[in-house]
C-alpha cells in the first residue's frame, strides 16, 4: 500500500513540528511537505501534490478557507482535512463551503488526527464530534425548517450517517447502497454545504 502524502499547513512551527512527530511514526502516512502561510500552502500543494492537505484556517495571506478554495480548484483530487481551534459554526461553514472534507479541533487525539487523515484520503467526511452532534441536531429538525434545504432526502441520510460517525462501508451496508454511491454523494454534499 501506497502511503498517504501528506502536507502540514499550520502557521506555528512548534505545532508543525509536532504533527510531523506524530505523523511522521505512521508507516501509512508520508510527510511530503510543510508550509506557514496560505500561498505557501497553495505553492506547496502546486509543486508535490498530496493525497491530503492538513489544513489550519487561521494563516497570514487570507487563511485556511482561501488556501483550501485555491488548491482545490486546480488539484479537486486533493483532500482537505481542517485541524483548527475554531469550534464555531461560521469557520466550519466555510470550510466546507470551500471543499474541506473533514473538520477535526486541535485538541483532537493524536489516533483520531491519524484515523482522519487516512478516512479523508479514502473518500470519507470527518467531523470533530462536538461538531458532529451539531451536525446531527442541525438535521434532526422538521422539513419546514431544514438547515441544508439544498440536500436530498438521501444526502440527508448520509450526512446523517457520516455524523454518527460511521464510515462509507457500513453506511453502504446500512443503505445497500454501493460505496462508490456514498463517496459520490458526500462530494456532492461537502460542494453544496
Do not use: C
Not at 506547496?44 to 497570514?60: G, I, K, S, W, Y
Not at 462509507?168 to 461537502?190: D, H, Y
Request: proline letters at 4%; a negative charge.
Amino acid at each position: 500500500m501506497t502511503p498517504v502524502g501528506l502536507v502540514v499547513v499550520d502557521d506555528h512551527m512548534v505545532f508543525r513540528e509536532g504533527l510531523r512527530a506524530l505523523l511522521g511514526r505512521v508507516e501509512d502516512i508520508e510527510i511530503v511537505g510543510e508550509a506557514a502561510t496560505t500561498q505557501e500552502a497553495i505553492e506547496v500543494t502546486e509543486a508535490v501534490r498530496p493525497d491530503v492537505v492538513l489544513m489550519d484556517l487561521h494563516l497570514p495571506g487570507g487563511g485556511g478557507e482561501v488556501a483550501t478554495t485555491t488548491i482545490l480548484a486546480a488539484h479537486h483530487e486533493v483532500a482537505v482535512l481542517v485541524l483548527t481551534m475554531h469550534s464555531d459554526d461560521a469557520h466550519l461553514r466555510h470550510a466546507l463551503h470551500a471543499g474541506a472534507r473533514g473538520y477535526l479541533l486541535k485538541d483532537a487525539e493524536p489516533d483520531a488526527i491519524i484515523r482522519a487523515v487516512v478516512a479523508v484520503n479514502e473518500g470519507q467526511a470527518i467531523f470533530d464530534p462536538g461538531i458532529a452532534a451539531r451536525v446531527i441536531a442541525a438535521t434532526g429538525t422538521s422539513d419546514a425548517e431544514r438547515p441544508f434545504p439544498v440536500l436530498t432526502e438521501r444526502e440527508y441520510e448520509i450526512l446523517d450517517r457520516l455524523a454518527r460517525g460511521l464510515p462509507n462501508n457500513a453506511i453502504s451496508a446500512r443503505m445497500g447502497i454501493s460505496i462508490k454511491t456514498v463517496q459520490n454523494n458526500v462530494s456532492t454534499i461537502l460542494l453544496k454545504l
